[in-house]
C-alpha cells in the first residue's frame, strides 16, 4: 500500500513534495496548533475545499463559530441555546428547595436569637456558591463565609451584599479588594491589623474584621491566652473595628469529647478576658455544623454550619438530632452498551472479567469528574430504582458497570439502553447511593467528593 491508498484519507509527510509549507497550503486556511491538512494540490474535477488531504476534515480558521466565506455558518446564539446536558450526558443536580429545608431546620434548632452565616466556601461545597448564598439568604441565613478573598468578590459581583467573612486571614496585598468588596478579613496578626486599618483610613472609612482565637485546633488565630496582649498592640488604631470574635473546633463531629470541652472553656476564658480588659468581642460564634447541631451550649452569638446546609451530616451523632435533605445528587446517561462474552476484560488493566450474561453500558463520567478512581468496583449506580455494580478501573472520563442479563423468577430485568439515565449519587425509586456510601468505601469525608463533583459537570438547579 502507498501513502495515498492509507484508507483514512491522511497522505502523511512522506508524500510531501521537499520544500512543502504548511502556510502556503492550497485550501487557504490558517494552520492553527499545528494543524497542517490539506496540503495536497488540488486536483481537476475535485470541489473545492475537497482536495486530497483535506477530505473529511474540518477547516481550520481562529473563529471557529463565525462565518467564514464558503462554508457553513452556525448561529452563536443558537449554538449557546444547547444546553450543557445536552453537550455531555452527565451532571449534578442541586436541590434548592432542600438547601431552604436545610437552613430552616438549622434555623429551629439554635433557635431566636442566634444568627446564621452560611459557609459557602469552595463553590459551596460543589453546589454553586452565588445561587446557594443567595438561597440561604432567602431563608434566614444573615452572613456568608469563604475562604478567599476571590471567593467573596464572586459574590459581591453576583450583587450579593449580605455581610462576608473570610475565614481566614488574607496576604496584606489582598487589604485593597477586601475595603473595595467591603469583605471582613479574619484578622491574627498585628501587622496584618494595622495595615488593614492603615489602609482604611487611607480611605477614611473603618477597618471591620473577626478576631481569630486558636483554642487548641493549632490552625489559625491568636492563641487564647494571647488575645489581650494582642488587642493591646493593635488597639490604637481608630479605623480598626473589631466585629467579632471566633474560634473554631476540631473534634465537634468526633464521638470523644473532652478536647471540645477544653477548647470551649479556653474560648470563654478568651472571651472573659476581653470584657475585662474593656473590649467588646463584638459577635461572639464557634460552632460548625456539628457543635450546632451537638452542642447548644456553644451556639452564642451566631454558628457556621457548612456541611449540613448542603444536607449532609458531619457525623452519625446528628442524623438523630436534626432532620436533613441531601442537595447534590449526581447523573449521567449511558452512551454505550454491549453484551460481553464470558472472560472477556473490561477497562484499562481489565482487572474486571465477563462473568459471561452481562451487559456493559457506559457512562460519561470518570475521575476528572470527581468519580475518583479508589472507587473502581465498589460503587452502585442506579438504573430504574435498581442497583448495579461498577465494573472495571474507573477511567479520566468515563467508566462502566454491569447488568446481569438472566433472568430470575419475578425480578423485573433491567435492560438498559443508550441514553438511559443513571444516578451516581442520589435516589431512584426505592435504591439510594449516598455520598456518605462512597466516602465510608474511601476512608475519606463526604466533603471532599461533593466538591470533586464540581469540577467539570454541569450543575443544574432544581
Ligand atoms: C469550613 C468551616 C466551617 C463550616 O464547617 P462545617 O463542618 O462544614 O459545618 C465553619 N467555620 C470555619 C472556620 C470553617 O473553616
Known amino acids: 500500500m502507498t501513502a495515498q491508498e492509507l484508507p483514512n484519507g491522511f497522505t502523511g509527510f512522506a508524500n510531501r513534495k521537499p520544500g512543502f509549507e504548511p502556510a502556503s497550503a492550497s485550501v487557504g486556511h490558517t494552520p492553527v496548533g499545528g494543524y497542517t491538512t490539506g496540503g495536497g494540490a488540488a486536483l481537476a474535477g475535485v470541489p473545492a475545499g475537497y482536495e486530497r488531504g483535506a477530505q473529511g476534515a474540518f477547516q481550520y480558521a481562529r473563529d471557529h463559530a463565525r462565518p467564514d466565506a464558503g462554508a457553513a455558518s452556525f448561529d452563536p446564539d443558537k449554538l449557546r441555546l444547547i444546553p450543557d446536558t445536552d453537550r455531555r450526558w452527565a451532571w449534578t443536580e442541586v436541590d434548592l428547595n432542600a438547601l431552604r429545608h436545610n437552613v430552616a431546620s438549622l434555623k429551629r434548632h439554635v433557635g431566636p436569637g442566634v444568627r446564621v452565616m452560611a459557609v459557602v466556601k469552595a463553590d459551596g461545597y460543589g453546589h454553586g456558591a452565588v445561587r446557594c448564598a443567595k438561597t440561604a439568604l432567602n431563608s434566614g441565613a444573615e452572613y456568608l463565609g469563604v475562604a478567599t478573598v476571590n471567593e467573596a468578590i464572586e459574590l459581591r459581583e453576583a450583587l450579593v451584599n449580605a455581610p462576608i467573612l473570610v475565614l481566614s486571614q488574607p496576604p496584606d496585598e489582598a487589604i485593597p479588594l477586601l475595603l473595595a468588596y467591603k469583605v471582613m478579613p479574619s484578622v491574627y496578626t498585628p501587622d496584618f491589623a494595622i495595615r488593614y486599618a492603615e489602609a482604611a483610613d487611607a480611605f477614611g472609612i473603618r477597618a471591620p474584621y473577626h478576631l481569630a482565637v486558636n483554642t487548641g ?246
Open 217 to 462: 485546633m493549632n490552625r489559625i488565630g491568636v492563641r487564647h491566652d494571647q488575645v489581650v496582649e494582642f488587642l493591646s498592640q493593635v488597639s490604637f488604631h481608630r479605623a480598626l473595628d473589631l466585629v467579632g470574635t471566633f474560634t473554631h473546633f476540631a473534634t465537634a463531629d468526633a464521638p470523644e469529647t473532652l478536647d471540645f470541652h477544653i477548647q470551649t472553656k479556653r474560648f470563654l476564658e478568651a472571651i472573659q478576658g476581653m470584657r475585662v480588659a474593656g473590649v467588646d468581642p463584638g459577635i461572639i460564634h464557634a460552632a460548625n455544623s456539628a457543635a450546632a447541631i451537638r452542642y447548644p451550649d456553644v451556639h452564642f452569638d451566631m454558628v457556621r454550619p457548612g456541611i449540613a446546609l448542603y444536607g449532609l451530616h458531619p457525623c452519625p451523632e446528628t442524623r438523630t438530632m436534626i432532620e436533613l435533605k441531601p442537595v447534590m445528587s449526581v447523573h449521567a446517561r449511558v452512551t454505550d452498551a454491549r453484551l460481553v462474552p464470558m472472560s472477556e476484560g473490561v477497562s484499562y488493566g481489565m482487572n474486571y472479567r465477563s462473568p459471561g450474561s452481562v451487559k456493559i453500558c457506559t457512562i460519561p463520567v470518570g475521575y476528572a469528574d470527581g468519580l475518583r478512581r479508589g472507587l473502581s468496583g465498589r460503587t452502585d449506580f442506579i438504573v430504574s430504582g435498581q442497583r448495579f455494580r461498577q465494573v472495571g478501573n474507573i477511567c479520566m472520563d468515563q467508566c462502566m458497570f454491569e447488568v446481569d442479563m438472566r433472568i430470575y423468577g419475578t425480578r423485573r430485568r433491567v435492560d438498559p439502553q443508550i441514553g438511559d439515565e443513571v444516578v451516581l449519587v442520589g435516589r431512584q425509586g426505592d435504591s439510594v447511593v449516598t455520598l456518605d456510601d462512597m466516602a465510608n468505601t474511601l476512608g475519606t469525608i463526604h466533603y471532599e467528593l461533593s466538591i470533586g463533583f464540581a469540577q467539570r459537570m454541569p450543575r443544574v438547579y432544581v
